[in-house]
Nanobody
Framework: QVQLVESGGGLVQPGGSLGLSCAAS????????MAWYRQAPGKQRELVAV???????NYADSVKGRFTISRDNSKNTVYLQMNGLKPEDTAVYYC??????????WGRGTQVTVSS
C-alpha cells in the first residue's frame, strides 16, 4: 500500500497563505485519486479537496476560491496551496490516496493553525 507523508503545516495569521505537500511512496502514484481532508478539534474529518488521476479537481464550498490542489506525478507528490486563510481553517490536515478496489491510505497529518 502507498505510504503518505505530509509536510508544510504551521502557524499563520488570518489572511495569510500556507502550502502543504504530501509525498507518496511507490511507483503507481499516478493511478491514485488524491485528496486532502481536515479535522478540527471536536469535529468530524471533512473533505477539503480532491484531484483525479486526470487532474480534475473538486473543493469543499468552504474553501472554493481560496485553496488549490495540484499534483506532480513525476515527484509522487500532491499539494494544497491555501490562501486567504481563516481561523476556521485551523485543523489537522490529512493526505488521502484512493485506488479503485483497495482500502484508502492516509498520512499522519500536519497541523495548520490560523491565529493572530
Amino acid at each position: 500500500q502507498v505510504q503518505l507523508v505530509e509536510s508544510g503545516g504551521g502557524l499563520v495569521q488570518p489572511g495569510g497563505s500556507l502550502g502543504l505537500s504530501c509525498a507518496a511512496s511507490g511507483s503507481i502514484f499516478r493511478f491514485y485519486e488524491m485528496a486532502w481532508y481536515r479535522q478540527a478539534p471536536g469535529k468530524q474529518r471533512e473533505l477539503v479537496a480532491v484531484i483525479s488521476t486526470g487532474g480534475s479537481t473538486n473543493y469543499a464550498d468552504s474553501v472554493k476560491g481560496r485553496f488549490t490542489i495540484s499534483r506532480d506525478n513525476s515527484k509522487n507528490t500532491v499539494y494544497l496551496q491555501m490562501n486567504g486563510l481563516k481561523p476556521e481553517d485551523t485543523a489537522v490536515y490529512y493526505c488521502n490516496a484512493q485506488l479503485s478496489g483497495t482500502r484508502p491510505a492516509w498520512g499522519r497529518g500536519t497541523q495548520v493553525t490560523v491565529s493572530s
